[in-house]
């Protein structure tokens, strides 16, 4: 930013997929980026509007099961490159196949995506509280939040070089998942990062894998007419708020 007024920033938010509530989560995050009101945005359900995407300064993803094209990949992965800015959240590194009675699968379909991100998600047990410790506690990001516990998904994902990533948020856990067909995750490292930095070329992710949110019509896909619980999970917490809103102040380039 320069001079008296703010300079518009240009950003684009991706918010869609299946088996939560996206209208809920979209609705959230753009409440979110409207205290910003210099941020000028688009917004999309999937990743295909390349063009868009890379004209912006940053991209916020809440998205499940989405599977960008290969044309997308590439020009999401060179645009970070080049300098971008990547709020990912939740489910933006799923890849799921459902079909009842069998259990959950995440198929590995979208290699330059995964590695990219940094993790793909694999599995997680029933939803539950679990402790989120800092990782980092120096950096901005998280500093000054303490320790708290949230009902949400605990996302257990296969790492893509875990070295190169930047842990924020983590939590220990080992068990099983029930319903999913990588369900043994008891000789596993049991730290499970929450929330990472990851640098490339130019630019950077920062990725927070907390945020499920259901409503009563999102499973018809699967048969289920009326889901009867709706799920709101760390969205009802304030920590959680305040890691997003340190999050777009990070995608605008801010360092506090």
């Known amino acids: 930013m320069s001079g008296e007024n703010p300079e518009r920033v240009d950003a684009y938010l991706v918010a869609g997929g299946r088996y939560h509530d996206i209208d809920y989560a979209r609705l959230e995050l753009l409440k979110l980026l409207a205290e910003h009101p210099y941020i000028r945005l688009k917004v999309g359900s999937d990743y295909e509007d390349v063009d868009a995407i890379t004209a912006s300064q940053f991209l916020v993803s809440y998205t499940c ?7 997308a990949q590439i020009a999401i992965r060179d645009w970070v490159n080049q300098g971008g800015r990547w709020l990912a959240l939740h489910g933006t590194n799923s890849a799921l196949d459902l079909d009842p009675p069998n259990p959950v699968s995440s198929p590995r379909c979208f290699p330059v995506w995964a590695e990219l991100l940094g993790t793909q998600f694999v599995s997680h047990p029933p939803i539950q509280p679990f ?20 009902d949400d998904e605990l996302y257990l994902c296969e790492y893509h070089d875990r070295e190169s990533l930047h ?7 080992l068990g099983e998942t029930p319903g999913f067909e990588e369900s043994d995750w008891q000789n596993c490292d049991p730290v ?11 630019g950077e992710i920062l990725y927070n894998n907390l945020g499920h949110c259901r409503g009563h019509w999102d499973m018809t896909s699967l048969g289920v007419e009326y889901y009867p619980k709706q799920e709101r999970c760390s969205w009802e917490i304030p920590q959680y708020h305040e890691l997003l809103r340190r999050g777009i102040r990070w995608a605008l380039g801010q360092q506090s």
């Open 167 to 173: 842990p924020l948020l983590k939590t220990e856990w």
């Open 192 to 202: 499970h990062l929450i929330m990472y930095l990851k640098s490339y070329g130019e």
């Open 131 to 150: 402790p989120v410790e800092l990782a980092d506690l120096d950096h901005w990001l998280v500093e000054g939040i303490d320790p708290f516990e949230t």
């Open 65 to 71: 099961d989405i599977r960008p094209s290969e044309q």
